[in-house]
Every structure is written in C-alpha cells, then in structure tokens.
C-alpha cells in the first residue's frame, strides 16, 4: 500500500474529476454483465463477466474508472491473484474514493501511477486458476480499507459500484 503521506502529495497532481465510468466494456460496460451484484450474498463488489460465458473474457482489458493514483498494484495470493486499487477524489476537494479491481490476469500499471478515466491498469484474469476469469470490482467511500474480505455483511465503507457509477456519469 502507498503511505498515506505519500498519497497525499499525489492526490494533488491528479486532473479534476470529471465523472466515473465502468471498468469493463468502457464506458458503458458494453459487453458484460455483473454475474454477482452488490450486495448478493453479502458481496462487497460485482463480478463483471463477458457476455460470451466461460473464459471468454479471460485478457480483457480493465479501465480505471475515473482519474486516481495506484495505492496497490501486485498479487495479493488465495483468492485475489492479481490486485489494483485505485484512489479518487470524489470530487474537487470533496474527499475520496477508492476502487478495487481484483483477480487480474496483467498488471498494467504501477505504485503511485497517476492514471486517468478510461485508461487500461490490467486484464481480466482469474486469481491463479482459482475461478472462471471475471473482474471482481468494488467502490469505497474511503482509502485505506486494503484488499479486504471480498464478501461480509454490515461492512461500512463499501458502496454499491453501479448505483455510485450511475449517480456520477461524466458530462
């Protein structure tokens, strides 16, 4: 994980926010579908998956969903495999967000790396062997919360990814 004081001193090179998109099939999520939703099951993200089923979307590219700085990028074993989180401002100078993008096959960006809306950070993977390749996604309403447990109930800090994304379109 990057040091808090560390990211705070990029958080202020970032570009102003200019509104969220999905992180497959970009920007719309043209091409996929959220097999596991929010909140099912006590999930803690949503699974995206290609519309072709099974491993057809293995080497997919994933797409930072908004402007951010890496805080972790690398492979976090069991069942994560390969991990980014991606630290936002919600918008200016009203605090931050953070996403996960879990189970990726490639990692396309490194610690501190300032990327911006649209921009490829990996490809979908899946952990190792350990599922059916998807992007496991999740949304907090703060940085710092770590990998996490993927899955719990009464977890505060985790937010339903489509209903924040919808809220927050670009333009």
């Known amino acids: 994980m990057l040091p808090a004081a560390t990211l705070l001193a990029l958080l202020v090179d970032l570009p102003d926010c200019d509104g ?58 069991g069942g994560w495999g390969n991990v980014v989180i991606v630290a936002h401002h919600l918008e200016v100078d009203q605090g931050l967000v ?18 911006t809306r649209g921009q490829q950070l990996g490809t979908i993977g899946d952990a190792g062997g350990v599922y059916v390749p998807h992007l496991h996604f999740e949304l907090r309403d703060r940085a710092g919360l770590g990998v996490g447990p993927g899955y719990g109930a009464d977890k505060p800090g985790w937010l339903d990814p489509q209903v924040f994304i919808d809220a927050h379109r670009p333009g």
């Not at 996403?99 to 396309?108: F, Q, R, V």
Request: glycine share 18%; net charge negative; hydrophobic share 35%.
């Open 20 to 77: 969220y998109d999905f992180p497959v099939g970009a920007p719309d999520a043209l091409g996929y579908y959220d097999a596991q939703p929010f909140g099912v099951n006590d999930h803690l993200g949503q699974d995206w998956n290609g519309l072709g089923g099974g491993a057809t979307d293995r080497g997919d590219p994933v797409f930072a969903v908004a402007h951010g700085v890496v805080t972790l990028a690398g492979d976090q074993g």
């Open 98 to 115: 953070e996403t996960l993008y879990g189970h990726l096959e490639t990692l396309d960006v490194e610690l501190g790396q300032i990327l």
